[in-house]
């Protein structure tokens, strides 16, 4: 069976920092661009940071520039997505998903979900 599963979300204060990872069963992710999205209770799921199968990153979201850093280990067929200076407004369920080859912001362009991990950020 073809799997995202995210871990490494959690509670943090601000000014915090947390790692999330987005590791793949079923498939190998070395021809896949990884995404990482997020989402609050009322709004559309917001592209954040992508990674693609060459390792070229993209960022979607100007808010987190220069805070989130995303990467990937091949060899553990998994992707990360450093998170540092944690804001409130960060606060979110963290998905991450799967499409060929190149990033894209666009959500309805990518294969296979997570089922998300919860990221609070709160003192």
């Known amino acids: 069976q073809l799997q995202l599963v995210e871990s490494g979300g959690g509670l943090v204060q601000p000014g915090g920092s947390l790692t999330l990872s987005c590791a793949a069963f079923?498939?190998?992710?070395?021809?896949?661009?990884i995404g990482w999205f997020r989402q609050v209770p009322g709004k559309e799921r917001e592209g954040v940071d992508c990674?693609?199968?060459?390792?070229?990153?993209?960022n979607y979201a100007d808010s987190v520039e220069g805070r989130f850093t995303i990467s990937r280990e091949n060899a553990k067929n998994t992707v990360y997505l450093q998170m540092s200076g944690l804001k409130p407004e960060d606060t979110a369920v963290y998905s991450c998903?799967?499409?060929?080859?190149?990033?894209?912001?666009?959500?309805?362009?990518?294969?296979?979900w997570g089922q998300g991990t919860q990221v609070t950020v709160s003192s």
């Open positions: 990674i693609s199968s060459s390792g070229g990153s993209m």
């Open positions: 079923g498939f190998n992710l070395e021809r896949y661009a």
């Open positions: 998903a799967a499409r060929y080859y190149a990033c894209s912001g666009e959500k309805e362009r990518y294969k296979y």
